[in-house]
Structures are given as C-alpha cells and as structure tokens.
C-alpha cells in the first residue's frame, strides 16, 4: 500500500525559529508537494518538486523553501517562523504517470 | 495562475436527498479536475475525477460534469447518507502534466439522518 510519511503529527515552535517538516514516500514517485491547510480556505499549494533538487513555486511560497535532496524526500522549511504559519501542513506525492495525490497524515505546526 | 471558485461552502442535505456542489476555474490550459473527500481528521482522498476531453463520468452514487466552455463543473451526489458528510474540495491542474493541483475552499456536507 502506497506510504507517505510525515515525521511529526504536531509540532510546537517558537516565533523567529528555523523548522523542518520532513515528508518521506515509498512508492518511487518523481512528484511530491506541500499544502498548507487552514479552515475556510482550504489547501493551498505551496511548493513543488517534480524530480531530485528541482523545485517550483506554488501559490504561496512567501516565508517557505524546500529542499529535495533524494527522491523519497520533500522537507519543508519555515526559515523564521511566525504566528501566521500556523497551520495544518500536508504533504502529497503522485508517480507522473498517474495525477491522484497520496496525501500523509499532516503536520499540525503552532507557532507561538 | 489558476483560480479555482468553490460554492456553497457549507450544504445541509436529509439522508437520500441529493447534494451538488459547483466549480469555477480560470485557466483554460487546465485539463484534469478532481474531486477530494476529508472526513474529520483524516487525510483528503479521491472520490472522483474527469478530464478536459469527457463531459460526464458517473462512479455508482457519484457523478461529475464538466463544461470546458463555461470553465465550470459540478459534483453530484445521489441517495445521500451520513457516511457522506465530510468536506468536498475540487481542484483543477495547473500545467499540462495534469499533476499539480490548485483546490477550491472546500464544501462542509452534513447529511441527517
């Protein structure tokens, strides 16, 4: 059955901290993303990867980066985390042969 | 970029009534619109989906419709029952690939019994 693994279901930071939210896929997909989910608004995109150190933008990438050192890893990373990235942050993969995404479980981050 | 518009955001049906829920999108390159299911606290999961060159797909209780020219399609859900109330997102690609997804705000669907 198809895994996607996020490393913490909740997390707790500081405002101004660094933070990585790591995702892992076992099923040798090439496309993984970030969604943020937050009530009434749904998911939004964040970023994307479509193979190995390659990236792009998604709809609000502002205060976020990525990193895709290996295929089976997506992290995430809040370079200086405020109060308004607190969030439900999900992570997604798809083979590219096949556009449904296999979400993880979520990564609900407060940030204080 | 993409724009995807989602309505009602909330829908309160009786168990066997039908519920339908709309969506509009902006970019005519898009070419794949799914539809996801979130039960509370779990994951979104695929319901159903349909591509730009198919007008209508049915999966039993399920259907989806689709007008390229209005940019607009639609979930209908028949028969309902409680195991469907959950929140509905639509979503529409945003490159040619068909792989990354812009959702819609989501439809929180409660059905009585």
């Known amino acids: 059955d198809v895994k996607v693994t996020q490393s913490s279901r909740y997390l707790v930071k500081r405002t101004g901290e660094k933070v990585f939210l790591e995702c892992v896929q076992d099923?040798?997909?090439?496309?993984m993303f970030w969604y943020r989910q937050d009530p009434g608004l749904g998911l939004r995109l964040i970023y994307f990867?479509?193979?190995?150190?390659?990236?792009e933008k998604g709809d609000i990438p502002e205060g976020y980066s990525v990193s895709r050192e290996k295929k089976e890893r997506f992290s995430l990373i809040l370079e200086s985390a405020s109060t308004n990235q607190t969030s439900m942050y999900l992570c997604?993969?798809?083979?590219?042969?096949?556009?449904?995404?296999?979400f993880g479980s979520g990564t609900q981050l407060s940030v204080l | 970029g993409e724009n995807v518009e989602q309505h009602p955001s909330t829908l309160s049906v009786q168990e066997g009534d039908s519920a339908v829920i709309k969506c509009t999108y902006s970019?005519?390159?898009?070419?794949?619109f799914p539809w996801y299911k979130q039960e509370l606290g779990k994951r979104p999961q695929l319901i159903i989906d349909?591509?730009?060159?198919?007008g209508e797909k049915k999966d039993q209780r399920i259907a989806v419709t689709l007008n390229k020219t209005a940019k607009h399609f639609s979930l209908h859900i028949t028969e309902t029952q409680p195991e469907d109330s959950a929140v509905y997102f639509c979503?529409?690609?945003?490159?040619?690939?068909?792989?990354?997804?812009?959702f819609g705000k989501g439809t929180t669907l409660s059905v009585s019994s």
């Open positions: 349909i591509r730009s060159n198919v």
């Open positions: 099923m040798d997909h090439e496309n």
């Open positions: 990867s479509y193979d190995v150190k390659m990236k």
């Open positions: 997604a993969s798809n083979p590219p042969t096949n556009e449904k995404l296999f």
């Open positions: 970019d005519s390159a898009s070419n794949y």
């Open positions: 979503a529409a690609s945003i490159n040619q690939a068909g792989t990354a997804l812009i």
